[in-house]
């Protein structure tokens, strides 16, 4: 992991990109989303769009996974003026954790304060079928690393942020009602976040489940961190793709995942739907603070 870097020059780099993207598009999003494997029809959703490439967008890292279309969409979702990230980088392509994390400190920097990371999950329980939506209310960092790692960005954040409100019950329980009010079933639990690549071995999913864990991705908690650290408001969705290594005897598939995330991505987009709705009537008027 690279902890070398100049405070100074992230900055500037997200100035650069922030005011890029002003250049396309003046819309400040009251919500920011950030589309996971095979998740980016949530892009297709946003009405009155500015679309931009992460290609064309300075200092952007592009994601090298399939099911990664790589774009910022600006505009307006039940009125709402949304902004989603669809793609993300992993920090298992490689990419330095200051790259990881600068798609949502861009967001934040265009004026989000709440976001929703949504993602492809293991279920470790057998109740988690492959299709079902859990709504993450805690997470595990079991990577080793943090993206806060290295001089502290005074200009984004306090050195030591509190996370006992990572993912805040107040955007939530705005996700939980927009969910049960589209008539989608959703559960909650713990979200392990793992570096990868590799799935895990059914050893370590065992270990996963005693410590609480209900699904297990390789992506979301540093982006949480980060957007933490910035004085965020933070709500999570993983989309179940795939029963979790030895909770059934089969191998698990990358191809598969992809599909059954593509699968369930209607009910997801229902739920961003009806939590712009509610954000956007004022229910959540009070959810722009943590906590
Ligand atoms: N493990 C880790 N990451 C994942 C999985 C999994 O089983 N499914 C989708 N992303």
Redesign the pocket.
């Known amino acids: 992991m690279s902890t070398s870097f100049d405070p100074n020059d992230v900055l500037a780099r997200l100035s650069e990109a922030t005011d890029f993207v002003r250049g396309r598009s003046s819309l400040a999003p009251r919500l920011a989303v950030v589309a996971g ?1 095979g998740l980016g029809a949530l892009g297709d959703l946003v009405e009155d769009s500015v679309r931009i490439p992460y290609a064309e967008i300075p200092h952007m890292p592009a994601p090298k996974v399939e099911g990664h279309s790589g774009e910022l969409v600006l505009g307006y979702l039940e009125g709402l003026p949304i902004a989603v990230l669809s793609g993300r980088v992993h920090a298992y392509e490689g990419h330095p954790l200051q790259d990881v994390v600068f798609g949502v400190r861009l967001a934040a920097r265009l004026g989000a304060k709440r976001f929703l990371l949504t ?4 279920g470790i329980h057998r109740w988690l079928e492959p299709g079902s939506l859990c709504r993450i209310v805690d997470h595990i960092n079991l990577t080793g690393v943090n993206a806060l790692v290295g001089p502290n960005i005074d200009a984004l954040g306090p050195r030591f942020p509190d996370m006992t409100f990572g993912y805040g019950a107040e955007l939530g329980e705005l996700v939980q009602s927009a969910a049960a009010e589209a008539g989608v079933s959703m559960f909650c639990g713990v979200y392990a976040g ?1 570096s ?1 690549p590799s ?2 071995t059914p050893a370590e999913i065992r270990m996963l489940r005693m410590l609480g864990a209900a699904v ?3 992506s979301t908690v540093h982006e949480c961190i980060a957007l933490n650290h910035m004085g965020c408001q933070v709500a999570g969705v993983s989309v179940v ?2 029963f ?2 030895g909770v059934l005897s089969e191998p ?1 598939d990358h191809a598969h ?1 992809k599909q059954v995330a593509a699968k369930a991505g209607p009910n997801l987009l229902a739920v961003v739907r009806g939590l712009a709705g509610k954000l956007a009537a004022g229910d959540g008027a009070a959810a722009g603070a943590k906590g």
């Not at 993602?119 to 293991?122: E, K, P, R, W």
């Open positions: 494997s993602n492809a999950a293991g793992v990868g799935y895990e297990v991705g390789m793709t795939n979790a290594a698990l995942v």
